[in-house]
């Protein structure tokens, strides 16, 4: 019996918002979009006191991966957190808990009596 592959589609899914989330410019954008949502972009490139070009490139970024949604809005993009991109690394963490008591694999050293 084979292991199964290491990158089966949902870790690809989790890698990709783990790498979409692992900067800190794009963690300040995420929380700016959960103070006010419906954010304009030229208010990000303020609040977030980088250039515009760089602002847009994360921004860029975090709709790719599907954390954030954009809608043109005359001449301004409004953007806004789409929370259920959060669900497939919300599961994943969860499921993450400390093995048993004694449960370890990692050979413990044996005491002296």
Same mark, same amino acid.
């Given at each position: 019996?084979s292991?199964?592959p290491?990158?089966a589609?949902s870790?690809?899914?989790l890698c990709d ?5 692992? $900067?800190?410019?794009r #963690?300040r954008i995420l929380?700016l979009l959960?103070a006010t949502?419906?954010c304009? +972009?030229?208010d990000?490139?303020d609040?977030? +006191?980088l250039a ?5 490139? $994360? ?5 790719a ?6 809608e043109i809005?005359?001449p301004r993009?409004c953007?806004a957190?789409n929370a259920?991109?959060f ?8 499921? #993450?808990?400390s093995?048993?008591?004694g449960a ?10």
């Open positions: 019996m292991n199964p290491f990158s589609p870790d690809q899914q918002l783990a790498k979409a989330l692992a $900067h800190p410019a #963690l929380r959960l949502p419906g304009i +972009g030229g990000i490139v609040a977030v +006191g515009q070009s760089t602002v847009s490139e $994360h921004l860029r970024i975090l709709k991966a599907g954390v954030i949604t954009g809005a005359g993009v953007y957190l259920a991109a669900d497939p690394i919300t599961e994943f963490m969860a499921s #993450l808990s093995p048993a008591q370890c694999c990692i050979p413990q050293p044996e005491v002296s009596k």
